[in-house]
């Protein structure tokens, strides 16, 4: 994805000089995967798009993913001081400018769609909507409210897991997806984008769950434990390692028949599928 | 604004319940002023047009200004216990469920857009464009930047205090004009609402700056003397009182100008000058 990275150098340009750009870019420089942006791409591929008609979107949900990680190792969050490795936002640059680089991120995100020169006006204002829904009250930051909500708490049940992951990991994921479906023009399959992105969403989690007790800090790029010193709801909590492998698989084949029961080429998102799942 | 207030009432109502939408809430209903809908407002009055066609803008507009004070709040930033004469929203809720309800509030603000039936995807777009912008990195969060790095530097000069000023406030003053000129139609006059919203912007945070010492904080709603405690750089780093009031005259005569020299109807815009004039 070289030249997507050469997009959001370019795109940096734009901002005025700022220990806030600066922070901002770190954050975003990180190390990420842009499993979000692969997933957008990915749709793109399957209707034989070029991946620069989703280069906007895919910076856009990005910085709301990097927006989302710096507010969340803040030290009244969950308190992280590493992510992907490297000292988290606000152990490089302060407190007060992560919270900063946090907001203009998020600001930003909807400026990039605004720029966009590959869509239309209506386009633009569906994909705005969809990144205020899904990271809004109602989408991501309702995760970060139940998975605050539910630390220290036993009486939760695995209803409420499932809704963290939801929330918290899978509504960003249907976002990517329902980007490129817009960008495409396929709001036909709608109902399987969300499916698509809900059970990968969850696989995903609870893959994360598991490697916080399971891959050293080395790998995470993160305290090994961390999930466990926060006294986090996990599927940990419900489930031992046997049985998260099961579920594991199960989710992973209802995913491939998902995608195999569709009737235009699903094979991009299946390469994501598989690199998600050997990671 | 009655009907204004009601309308934010309903809104609410699409949010989930959390204490995310609780904090929301309590800092949007905190007694604020609303000047920035109310500027909107007037231009649709100039124009004879039904103030709910700008409910949404405004309400959006208002989300962002509480946003930034629920941020600016915090610890790590300003630090202040007391706002509108109440506790600051971390302190009525917590640290954490202050960051996400500011998170949410910046969010929601675009999804307001979106959801405004009064609005083509054109002017949606046009919008979002400018809140963006006036917003984000290169708009009131490089204000935010400025404050905080001129914090406790004596090596600041005028210029950098009149950037403060432009960035940190009068920047949401100009959008709030200009989504009322989006509204309205009215883009030739865009010059004059850039003009008009900067010494508009300009005054409001010199009267500021001046309240911090003068008035109690039975009459701010916040500690007296607290830019000072913060060593915030303000109009009274470099200017006496009698500076400052003839400053104040000075500015308020050439916003009278501005307005008298217009072609349309600008005595709706008038009377917000008076009311924030005798504030």
């Known amino acids: 994805m070289r030249s997507f990275e050469v997009f ?6 734009n901002f005025y000089s700022s220990s806030i ?3 901002a870019y770190y954050s975003l420089m990180a190390g990420g995967k842009r499993f979000r942006p692969q997933l957008l791409f990915a749709v793109l591929d399957g209707f034989n798009l070029p991946r620069e008609n989703g280069f906007h979107s895919a910076l856009a ?3 709301i993913h990097t927006y989302s990680l710096i507010h969340d190792d803040l030290p009244c969050m969950d308190n992280d001081d590493y992510r992907r490795g490297k000292p988290s936002c606000h152990k490089a640059y302060g407190e007060n400018t992560a919270v900063l680089a946090g907001d203009a991120l998020l600001t930003e995100s909807f400026k990039v769609i605004c720029a966009d020169p590959h869509l239309t006006s209506k386009q633009k204002i569906a994909i705005v909507a969809k990144m205020s ?3 809004g009250i109602n989408g991501m930051i309702y995760g970060q409210y139940l998975d605050l909500k539910y630390e220290n708490d036993q009486t939760a049940d695995v209803v409420v897991l499932q809704d963290i992951d939801y929330y918290k ?5 249907i976002l990517a997806l329902e980007m490129g ?3 495409a023009h396929d709001e036909a399959n709608r109902e399987f984008y969300r499916s698509f992105g809900a059970k990968l969403g969850s696989l995903f989690q609870i893959q994360d769950d598991l490697f916080d007790i399971i891959k050293s800090s080395e790998e995470t ?3 090994q434990g961390s999930d466990l010193k926060n006294n986090k709801l996990t599927a940990l909590s419900f489930y031992d390692r046997d049985t998260i492998d099961r579920l594991l698989k199960k989710t992973i084949a209802e995913i491939v ?3 195999n029961s569709q009737k235009f080429d699903t094979s991009f998102l299946l390469k994501i599928v598989e690199k998600i799942k050997d990671r």
């Open 8 to 13: 959001i150098n370019e795109y940096f340009q």
């Open 21 to 23: 750009k600066d922070a």
């Open 61 to 63: 949900i990005e910085m």
């Open 133 to 135: 829904q899904y990271a």
């Open 169 to 173: 990991t899978a509504c960003l994921f």
């Open 181 to 183: 479906m817009v960008i």
């Open 221 to 223: 790029g993160k305290p």
């Open 257 to 259: 028949e998902l995608l």
